[in-house]
Every structure is written in C-alpha cells, then in structure tokens.
C-alpha cells in the first residue's frame, strides 16, 4: 500500500494530523494535471464559500478588484535587494518606485515620518518592533490573552521565540484593557523595556497616554499593535497611537485595513526606524514581494478617498449589530463605555459550549466567526467568548439597518445545530443580495 511522503507527526493533536494525511493520501494515483484540477477545484470551492456566507471574522475583508489585479502581477517574481535608486539587481526601475509610492502613501494615511513596508505579516511586524527595542533576556510587559493580547507577543510567539521574558499586564476587566495602576507597580518592579498594547479584540480605548508617561519613568518603549485597527485608526475613527505616544505601530494590512497579506511597520521615532530599516535590509526581508507592495499602494489609495466613511460605517454597524444581538438575548459582552467602540463584537459563549464551539455552529447556518479569550470564567476546552466584526459586511454595503436581520439569523444559529442547518439558505440568500463593493476607487 502506498504511503504518504509526509510523515505523520506525533506532536500534532491527532485529529488534525489524522486530517492532513487524509489530504495528501487523497494524492495518491494523480498524475500532475490530476492535481492541478484539484487546486482548480479547491479555488472554485473556495469562491463558493465567499458568496454564500456571510463572513463576521473581524481578521478578513475584502480586497479592491484593481489591487487584487497588482498582488497577481509578475511584479512579485522580482527580488528587489537593496535601497531604492541603487538596487542591487539591474532592471528594477518600476518596482523601487512602487516600493516608495507605498511608503509614501502610508506615511500620509498613518500619520507618520517613517514607514516599513518590506514586511511579510503582521506577526512579522511585530518581531521586528521586539528586534529593534530589545535583546534576548529582556523583560517586556504585554496585554494577556483574556483581553485580546495576541500570540506573538506571548510565549509560544515571536517575543518568545526571540528570547524575550514575557509579563503579562495588569487587567482592569471593565474597560477591557491594560490597568494602569498595576502597569506602574509591574513597571517599576520588572524594569521591560518595552510595553505593547492593543489586539485581537478591542471594544473600547485603551490608557496610550497614561502607559507612555509610565513607559517613560521606567526608560521603556511602547508598541501599539495595530493589526485588527489599523483601519479604524486609518479612517480616523478610533484613537491616534502615534499621537497619543506609542513610539511604533505594527499592523497586518489584510484586515480592517482590506489590502493584501502582508505588514505594515510606522513610527515617528527616527532611532526605532532607523534598527527597523537594518533589520528589513540586509536583514531579515531584504528580498520582499513587490506585487503586494504595489497592491497595498492601491489599498492606501482607498484609505485617502474614503477612509473617514468607511471607518465611521463599521463603528456605527458593530454598534448596530451588538445592540440588536442582545435584544435577540445573545450575551454580548460590554464595558463601561457599552458595548462596542470598534469594529468589533465579543459575545460570551459559555452557554454555547465555548466560543469555537459556537463558530462551528455558526458555519453550518453559513455564518463564519471566531472564539476569543474574555476577561470571564474560563470555559474547559474551549475559548471563552466569540469574536464577530464588521468590516466585510460594511465593505458589501450593510448597515446599521440590515443588523436587526442578521442579528436573528445569528441568534437562531447559536441555539441548535438543527437552527444552524436550517438557516444557511436563508442566510446565503442574504449574502446574495449584497454584490456590491463599497468604499473603493472605481
């Protein structure tokens, strides 16, 4: 009997190992074009999918059709070493110029004197930051899981990777962010050097000003990771890290930003960016994909026409959509300034089983979300709250209006997988009737 090349591996949960060997042993007895039609088939799946549910994941969005066209250009075969105007490789005219006009349009968009766009991820971006204010052995201080504090800033992530010794912050629950009493004591006590805030989930402002003051009686560094705002804080509809004084902002661009998988790196801080360039080149991305690069450009483009509108429409849609789920009775989690200031919703899911229990079956009725850690009782074996956000929906031309509708479709789905089934024609014929794109240069 044939077997697979890969290898089965014993540190994964076997479920999902049990899962990845079923897909390369469905390989078996293709020959080439076999699998091309695989992959074809898998895309055409996949598009499917996208017009047939409706997607509530706060960390997707939908791309403008003309950056779409620039990620696919043969521009990215190209490597581009080097700074622009003395490229390493000769024939590189268009791309060095893409590389500055990306920067540039950034730099305006973000408020900021220095751009870093040679960045592959968000969670690249943040290395970086931990690179270019940190050794290995340093103590840093970061917001824990329970109010949205990301992988790559704990243990098992890149600051852990690096070698950095990982606090977590000090929570005050009821604003669902970093307590700033505490912060000072921990600050005082574990001398970091540096102190990041912001997300996976952000309901409301976090204390930027307050952790700067404490960052600076310690000699520390703030970093704001901007992953899941970056577009609210680029259609100015949510705080300004940079000015309020975070010394850099790390951010993925494919998110509430809606440009293409890659990262985005801004500070005003001429010292942080001047590490953050050597570590782009010759470090760590001296060769980077232009095509995404020139993709973003059009993105940021976006941003300057329509970034005002678009933000405020997801803020005043999240606001929408939270409302109308606890009048459906779902347990939206809030904080003092309510439920919502943000692009996103947190529901606690403890009487769903757990929040990637509730996502499951919030997928059978084409609903798509995502569990998220609360700052509430613990759920064993599952995440504690589900995730839901706007920017998708808002991008298809849905409001505040449409969110009594969708509220119910959501509520009905978390009560029963027999609901959820039930509901997916129903919602996929809700879906249907948004095709438009909104808030994108024609």
Same mark, same amino acid.
């Given at each position: 009997?044939?077997?697979?090349?890969?290898?089965?591996?014993?540190?994964?949960?076997?479920?999902?190992?049990?899962?990845?060997?079923?897909?390369?042993?469905?390989?078996?007895?293709?020959?080439?074009?076999?699998?091309?039609?695989?992959?074809?088939?898998?895309?055409?799946?996949?598009?499917?999918?996208?017009?047939?549910?409706?997607?509530?994941?706060?960390?997707?969005?939908?791309?403008?059709?003309?950056?779409?066209?620039?990620?696919?250009?043969?521009?990215?075969?190209?490597?581009?070493?080097?700074?622009?105007?003395?490229?390493?490789?000769?024939?590189?005219?268009?791309?060095?110029?893409?590389?500055?006009?990306?920067?540039?349009?950034?730099?305006?968009?973000?408020?900021?004197?220095?751009?870093?766009?040679?960045?592959?991820?968000?969670?690249?971006?943040?290395?970086?930051?931990?690179?270019?204010?940190?050794?290995?052995?340093?103590?840093?201080?970061?917001?824990?899981?329970?109010?949205?504090?990301?992988?790559?800033?704990?243990?098992?992530?890149?600051?852990?990777?690096?070698?950095?010794?990982?606090?977590?912050?000090?929570?005050?629950?009821?604003?669902?962010?970093?307590?700033?009493?505490?912060?000072?004591?921990?600050?005082?006590?574990?001398?970091?050097?540096?102190?990041?805030?912001?997300?996976?989930?952000?309901?409301?402002?976090?204390?930027?000003?307050?952790?700067?003051?404490?960052?600076?009686?310690?000699?520390?560094?703030?970093?704001?990771?901007?992953?899941?705002?970056?577009?609210?804080?680029?259609?100015?509809?949510?705080?300004?890290?940079?000015?309020?004084?975070?010394?850099?902002?790390?951010?993925?661009?494919?998110?509430?930003?809606?440009?293409?998988?890659?990262?985005?790196?801004?500070?005003?801080?001429?010292?942080?960016?001047?590490?953050?360039? %050597?570590?782009? =080149?010759? /470090?760590?991305? $001296?060769?980077?994909?232009?095509?995404?690069? +020139?993709? *973003?450009?059009? &993105?940021?483009?976006?941003?300057?026409?329509?970034?005002?509108?678009?933000?405020?429409?997801?803020?005043?849609?999240?606001?929408?959509?939270?409302?109308?789920?606890?009048?459906?009775?779902?347990?939206?989690?809030?904080?003092?300034?309510?439920?919502?200031?943000?692009?996103?919703?947190?529901?606690? %899911?403890?009487? =769903?089983? /757990?929040?990637? $229990?509730?996502?499951?079956?919030?997928?059978? +009725?084409? *609903?798509?979300? &995502?569990?998220?850690?609360?700052?509430?009782?613990?759920?064993?074996?599952?995440?504690?709250?589900?995730?839901?956000?706007?920017?998708?929906?808002?991008?298809?031309?849905?409001?505040?209006?449409?969110?009594?509708?969708?509220?119910?479709?959501?509520?009905?789905?978390?009560?029963?997988?027999?609901? %959820?089934?039930?509901?997916? /024609?129903?919602?996929?014929?809700?879906?249907?009737?948004?095709?438009?794109?909104?808030?994108?240069?024609?």
């Amino acid at each position: 009997m044939q077997t697979n090349q890969l290898q089965s591996r014993n540190w994964v949960p076997p479920e999902q190992e049990s899962f990845v060997q079923s897909i390369a042993g469905s390989l078996h007895g293709l020959r080439e074009s076999g699998i091309f039609q695989r992959l074809q088939d898998l895309l055409d799946m996949n598009g499917r999918i996208d017009n047939t549910c409706i997607n509530l994941n706060p960390a997707t969005n939908i791309l403008n059709p003309r950056a779409a066209a620039m990620l696919a250009s043969p521009m990215g075969m190209r490597p581009s070493l080097g700074y622009p105007g003395a490229k390493y490789e000769a024939g590189l005219e268009a791309i060095e110029q893409v590389e500055v006009i990306a920067a540039e349009l950034a730099a305006r968009v973000f408020g900021a004197n220095f751009v870093e766009v040679r960045v592959p991820s968000g969670s690249i971006a943040n290395l970086y930051g931990f690179m270019a204010t940190c050794q290995p052995g340093d103590a840093i201080i970061v917001p824990p899981a329970s109010i949205g504090g990301h992988v790559t800033h704990h243990a098992d992530g890149a600051a852990g990777l690096y070698g950095l010794k990982i606090h977590s912050a000090a929570v005050d629950a009821d604003r669902f962010s970093i307590d700033v009493s505490g912060l000072r004591e921990q600050a005082h006590r574990l001398q970091p050097r540096l102190i990041t805030i912001g997300g996976s989930l952000n309901l409301a402002a976090h204390p930027i000003r307050e952790i700067r003051a404490i960052a600076d009686e310690v000699g520390a560094k703030v970093m704001f990771d901007a992953a899941h705002l970056s577009g609210m804080i680029a259609g100015r509809a949510w705080q300004q890290p940079l000015m309020e004084g975070a010394h850099f902002m790390t951010m993925s661009t494919y998110k509430s930003l809606g440009g293409p998988p890659s990262g985005l790196v801004v500070t005003n801080d001429e010292a942080i960016a001047k590490r953050l360039d %050597a570590i782009a =080149y010759p /470090g760590l991305t $001296a060769n980077f994909d232009a095509s995404k690069t +020139a993709a *973003l450009a059009v &993105s940021l483009l976006d941003w300057l026409a329509y970034g005002s509108d678009y933000a405020t429409a997801m803020k005043l849609t999240a606001r929408a959509l939270a409302q109308a789920l606890s009048d459906e009775g779902v347990p939206v989690h809030a904080t003092l300034h309510g439920f919502t200031e943000s692009h996103q919703v947190a529901i606690q %899911a403890a009487r =769903y089983g /757990g929040g990637q $229990a509730a996502a499951r079956r919030m997928r059978k +009725a084409n *609903l798509l979300a &995502s569990g998220i850690g609360l700052p509430i009782a613990e759920v064993p074996g599952d995440v504690n709250g589900l995730r839901l956000g706007t920017p998708e929906i808002v991008r298809l031309g849905m409001g505040p209006r449409h969110m009594p509708d969708l509220a119910r479709l959501i509520a009905r789905s978390l009560r029963s997988d027999e609901d %959820a089934v039930g509901l997916s /024609g129903q919602v996929r014929e809700m879906r249907q009737a948004f095709a438009e794109l909104h808030f994108m240069l024609p």
